[in-house]
């Protein structure tokens, strides 16, 4: 048994004659950010399907906290303590932004009260509170998610990954399209969140993955081209070739 967060061993997933993810492994240790990066296609969204359980590998194992959860579907994913924010946002636009935090809080309730509607689970009521404080957006909680800024559902869709208190939080680009000031706030917000979880984070922002990461995972056309500290990582000769293009 392994003491990391999230281990994968050999997790591969072919499309057709493509293979999306080739053989990946790498641990994320708990309480750590753990960056996953690549130029685009390199199969980083693919490997994040794979271990939230949105697609099922071709082979390979996904451990976490050390149980084998191979295959499981997101929603089993979310009660084993696993959770996500997508690439392209996930929200229900036409809900408004407390009605997106309540809902998902109350994915996890047991399975007769998430049948009752939302106002009856105070818990749930009582997360979406909490999550509306801590994320600034009080002051919008009775507007349409579709209405926000797109810096405001980026941060709305980390909320509602967070509102059934995940132990293991996946991030995909989060700070896509995200004005300079909204990034830096992200950035900050996910290093406090590392205090209290283990984050998984795809991100473009070299800058930012330099900063905020532990550790670095470097994909290449579906394999694992590189693994190490930030520093280890960008000084590689095959991460630079590859990746940063120049030497
Ligand atoms: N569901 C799918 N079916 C077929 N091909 C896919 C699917 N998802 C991703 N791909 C392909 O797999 C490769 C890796 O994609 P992706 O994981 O999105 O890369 P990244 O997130 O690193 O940009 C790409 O060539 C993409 O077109
Ligand atoms: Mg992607």
Known sequence: MSAAALSVHDLTVNFGALVAVNSISFDAAPGRITSVIG???????????????????????????????????PFRMLAAGLARSFQITNLFFE?????????????????????LPVARSPRALRRADELLE???????AHELAGSLSHGEQRRLEIAVALAGYPRVLLLDEPTQGMSHGDTAETAEMIRRLAGEMTV?????????????????????????LAEGT?????????????YFGHA
């Not at 009605?99 to 998430?114: F, T």
């Not at 795809?202 to 056309?221: A, C, F, P």
């Open 230 to 242: 930030p520093a280890a990582v960008r000084a590689d000769p095959a991460v630079q070739a590859a």
């Open 134 to 140: 801590s994320f600034g957006l009080s002051g919008k």
């Open 39 to 73: 130029p685009n296609g390199a199969g980083k969204s693919s490997l994040f399907n794979l271990i939230s359980g949105a697609i099922r590998p071709t082979a390979g194992m996904v451990r976490l906290e050390g149980v084998d959860v191979t295959g499981r579907p």
């Open 200 to 224: 998984l984070l795809i991100e473009h922002d070299i800058g930012l993955v330099m900063t905020l990461s532990d550790h670095v995972v470097v994909m290449h056309q579906g394999r694992k």
């Open 95 to 115: 809900l408004s932004v407390i009605e997106n935090l309540r809902l998902a809080a109350q994915i996890l309730e047991p399975p007769l009260r998430s049948l």
